[in-house]
């Protein structure tokens, strides 16, 4: 010990020792700092696995995923912290899962833009109007030209009645003004043919909401019927575009069971406008289920209105259309149903009429959808099945688009066969 202390009193033995501090310092100095990074370098982003918090109420917080904000940066880190940061290899992914974005909707078109290119579209594939000028820009109209003219109208399902009716009218009118002028004959075409297809008939559809017992606003329904190959899911979903551009909540419900693609097809319509779709996990389900369904969490959410699409059934296959009377029945216990529309093709003329009987028999038909009557060879179905029926044709499809459907407009409908 005395030689150690005879060594620190001198100069040398001075300057031994300040070394041996500062490195000791340095070497506490250098472990601090790494105890520090080490315990920052994995922010936690998560508290999965952790407990709800308990309140005195007995209710609970739950654990939550935390995100950074957009647009804030890391946490403060020591200098160097920072610099041994940049020698950490990025990991191969985010560490944080982005946020899945809601998909962009579609915005349908506005009725009154629809109702205008439907309309131009309507009078560019008049065949119609086509057959009937041609037999009017002759003149001095024969017998011979008459009955040419009955035929095409007889040719374009208007049916026996109405055909009957509109050239008896027509010819009346021709006698009393002893007119052969073409143009003013065609005048006298349109006016009476607009006469049978009816512009007084209330062709609005009844969205008003019922009242429920307690006071509140049920939500209006609406159920599709018609038979295989109409075109009814494909309806529905234009039919949920219109009401959707008009600013109402709208839910659909798939009870047609028997396809397994209707349902899938029918949420797809959905998806587009941000509308939901009450469906069953099993096919083969009672439809009529499903529309007690959909009609229920339409009443739970409030929405303004629920779209139910039914199973094509062949109107001559009884069991079908009793079932179908059940569905309606069973919707009815939940709401009033406001509306049951018939999708019926125009291309099958008088083929459509029976079809549209039965269906009125089995739930009371309150309106007519046209699909296809692009091909408006068979235009005259629009009177037909408004006389057999006594209902009105409501809405028209005129092509495949998802905005190929409108509101009908029968003044637009006569001019676009008279001047085609």
């Known amino acids: 010990m005395d030689a150690i202390m005879n060594f620190l009193s001198t100069t040398e033995g001075i300057v031994t020792a300040l070394v041996i501090v500062v490195a000791v310092i340095a070497m506490i100095g250098v472990a601090i700092g790494r105890r520090s990074r080490g315990s920052s370098a994995t922010p936690t982003t998560s508290d999965a696995g952790m407990e709800p918090t308990v309140l005195e109420d007995d209710s609970t917080i739950p654990s939550v995923e935390t995100h950074p904000q957009e647009g804030a940066g890391p946490p403060a880190l020591a200098d160097e912290a ?54 009017l820009s002759r003149g001095d109209l024969s017998a011979a030209d008459w009955e040419e003219m009955e035929d095409s109208l007889l040719m374009a399902d208007l049916g026996l009645e109405a055909t009957e009716e509109l050239m008896a009218a027509l010819r009346t009118r021709v006698k009393v003004t002893g007119t052969q002028d073409p143009q003013q004959v065609k005048g006298y075409l349109a006016e009476e043919l607009l006469a049978l297809v009816g512009p007084d008939m209330d062709r609005r559809l009844n969205l008003a909401r019922p009242a429920a017992e307690d006071g509140s606003a049920l939500p209006a329904s609406v159920l599709m019927v018609g038979v295989n190959g109409t075109g009814k899911t494909t309806t529905v979903g234009k039919l949920a575009r219109i009401l959707v551009a008009e600013d109402k909540s709208v839910l659909l419900g798939a009870a047609d069971t028997f396809r397994a693609a209707a349902a899938d097809q029918l949420a797809t319509w959905g998806e587009r406008v941000g509308v939901d779709v009450v469906r069953s996990d099993r096919e083969g389900a009672d439809p009529a289920s499903v529309a007690f369904d959909a009609v229920r969490e339409g009443v739970s959410r409030g929405v ?66 046209l699909t296809k009557l692009d091909g408006s060879a068979k235009g005259g179905i629009v009177v037909s099945v408004q006389r057999e029926l006594g209902v009105p044709v409501k809405f028209v499809g005129l092509g495949e688009g998802v905005d190929d459907l409108a509101p009908f407009d029968p003044a637009a409908f006569v001019d676009a066969i008279v001047n085609a």
């Open 82 to 135: 920072v610099a041994d940061a940049k020698d950490v290899e990025e990991p191969a992914g985010e560490l944080l899962a982005p946020v899945d974005e809601a998909p962009a909707l579609d915005v349908p078109e506005s009725v009154p833009s629809r109702m205008e290119r439907l309309r131009s579209r309507l009078a560019r594939s008049g065949s119609i109007g086509a057959a009937l000028l041609s037999v």
């Open 304 to 369: 303004d209105v629920v779209l139910v699409d039914t199973a094509g059934r062949l109107q001559n296959k009884s069991t079908l259309m009793d079932e179908l009377g059940k569905v309606k029945r069973v919707m009815e216990r939940q709401a009033p149903v406001n509306e049951v529309l018939l999708v019926l093709d125009a291309t099958t003329g008088q083929n459509g009429m029976r079809q549209a009987q039965v269906f009125a028999e089995a739930v009371g038909v309150t309106g007519i959808v």
